[in-house]
């Protein structure tokens, strides 16, 4: 929780334009599942985008648009379908939690299906695209260290759930929460 702080608070080095460029064309390839994924009329996006527009706001700041629209939803919702349609092909960049130089060696993989997390929370908070991107990398490296430490195969657990503890922290630390706040509400994703 402290950590997701720091680093958007820019306490940590930030992030060099290679990692930048590389969640860039991450995000890029996710948007390209999630859009083809609803033009194709994958079932679970779709029926998860057609609740989502039962949840429209017109409300300044408490909204957010989904994928193809610029009608604004309730942000759990449009998190919920985007993120679905981006995992629907379960094909967009994939990474692997391996650092030998650590002694983290677990090899758990995951996928950046929670990047709408992150810029959902981006979007509610006003922040232009280079600290979207930051935050994307926030939420990579959350579960990313994760992985590389606690492999959740070995438990037949999905690895999203290292995604979702990386959201957590990811939009929590976006929106201003503190650190206790974060903390409690990834107690509650895992719990």
Not at 29 to 41: E, H, N, R, T
Not at 60 to 85: D, I, R
Not at 118 to 144: C, F, N, P, S
Request: proline share 4%.
């Amino acid at each position: 929780a402290q950590y997701a702080l720091d680093m958007l608070q820019g306490r940590h080095p930030g992030p060099s334009d290679a990692v930048l460029n590389r969640v860039e064309q991450f995000h890029l390839d996710s948007i390209a599942c999630g859009v083809s994924a609803l033009a194709a009329g994958a079932n679970a996006p779709t029926v998860l985008r057609q609740e989502a527009f039962e949840y429209t706001t017109t409300k300044p700041a408490t909204g957010v648009p989904m994928f193809g629209s610029t009608v604004k939803v309730a942000p759990e919702k449009a998190v919920l379908a985007c993120s679905s349609a981006v995992r629907e092909w379960d094909s967009n960049g994939t990474n692997f939690g391996y650092n030998p130089a650590r002694g983290a060696t677990r090899g758990e993989f995951g996928h950046n299906d929670f990047y709408p997390v992150a810029v959902a929370a981006a979007q509610l908070r006003g922040m232009d695209g280079r600290q979207t991107l930051k935050a994307m990398i926030l939420l990579d490296e959350i579960r990313g260290r994760l992985a590389e430490v606690f492999a959740l195969k070995n438990y037949k657990i999905d690895h999203v759930v290292h995604g979702a503890i990386g959201s957590a922290a990811t939009y929590g630390a976006v929106l201003g929460a503190t650190a206790e706040q974060i903390e409690s509400a990834i107690g509650m994703v895992v719990a």
